[in-house]
C-alpha cells in the first residue's frame, strides 16, 4: 500500500512539473499582441491559460494531500518496522516515578570517639 501511494505521489509531482512548464509566463502575452504568436490554438480563442491554470489548482492540492498521507503512512510504518523505537516513545510518555533516596551515606552528627 506503502509503495502504491510513492507512485502516485511521484506521478502527480511529474505531472505538476510538466503543467507547470506548459504554461506561459506573463510576458508572453505580450508578444502575441504584436502577432508573434498565434491566437488561436487547441483550448479555444481564450488560449490554455485558464484550463492549464485550473488543472495545475487540481493536481496542486492533490498534491498537498498525498504529501499529507504519505507523511502519516510514514508515521506509522516506522513504528510497525522498528519497535524499539516504539518502546522508547512509550518510555517517554510514562508516568515518573518517585524519586530515589540519595546513594551517599550518611555521616554521624554526633560526636566521634576514637
Known amino acids: 500500500m506503502y ?3 510513492l507512485f502516485v505521489h511521484v506521478m502527480i509531482c511529474i505531472i505538476l512539473v510538466l503543467l507547470i ?6 510576458g508572453a502575452d505580450m508578444g502575441s499582441s504584436f502577432g508573434a504568436g498565434a491566437s488561436a490554438t487547441v483550448f479555444g480563442a481564450a488560449g490554455s491559460a485558464s484550463f492549464l491554470v485550473k488543472l495545475t489548482a487540481v493536481f496542486g492540492v492533490l498534491f498537498f494531500v498525498m504529501s499529507l498521507v504519505l507523511g502519516a503512512m510514514s508515521v506509522t510504518r516506522a513504528n510497525q518496522l522498528n519497535p524499539a523505537l516504539a518502546a522508547i516513545k512509550a518510555a517517554e510518555n510514562a508516568p515518573i ?3 530515589v533516596k540519595a546513594l551517599t551515606p550518611q555521616l554521624p552528627t554526633g560526636p566521634v570517639s576514637h
Open 3 to 5: 509503495s502504491l501511494v
Open 21 to 26: 512548464l506548459m504554461q506561459r509566463g506573463k
Open 97 to 99: 516515578a518517585a524519586p
